[in-house]
Nanobody, 123 residues
Framework: VQLQASGGGLVQAGGSLRLSCAAS????????MGWFRQAPGKEREFVAG????????YYADSVSGRFTISRDNAKNTVYLQLHSLKPEDTAVYYC?????????????????WGQGTQVTVSS
């Protein structure tokens, strides 16, 4: 499966963005999906995950209550809604897919990755 992330941009603190991850080559419903982010000089970190039906979602503590992951399997797309953005949310955001149904926050367990979209939050 090929993944294409989009929707990043420059936003002021407190603002919102919606990221999209469009899949091609194979239906996204075959995969659990996750969003990760990587800031300059830091390791890639887990942000949010969603089961293949969308029934189960889980979040990093740093974004819980502010970000929402969802998916539309009919559109072969996964979303990440970002609210109440903070400067520390600035990073390149990546979507990723894994065939296992066991939830995971470990990026090494994800097999497929999109190219990333930049989110910059100004103070």
């Amino acid at each position: 499966v090929q993944l294409q992330a989009s929707g990043g941009g420059l936003v002021q603190a407190g603002g919102s963005l919606r990221l999209s991850c469009a899949a091609s080559g194979r239906t996204v419903s075959s995969y659990d999906m996750g969003w990760f982010r990587q800031a300059p000089g830091k390791e890639r970190e887990f942000v949010a995950g969603v089961s293949r039906t969308g029934a189960y979602t889980y979040y990093a503590d740093s974004v819980s209550g502010r970000f929402t992951i969802s998916r539309d399997n009919a559109k072969n797309t996964v979303y990440l809604q970002l609210h109440s953005l903070k400067p520390e949310d600035t990073a390149v955001y990546y979507c990723a897919a894994r065939p296992s149904t066991i939830p995971s926050t470990d990026p090494t367990t994800y097999d497929y990755w999109g190219q990333g979209t930049q989110v910059t939050v100004s103070s």
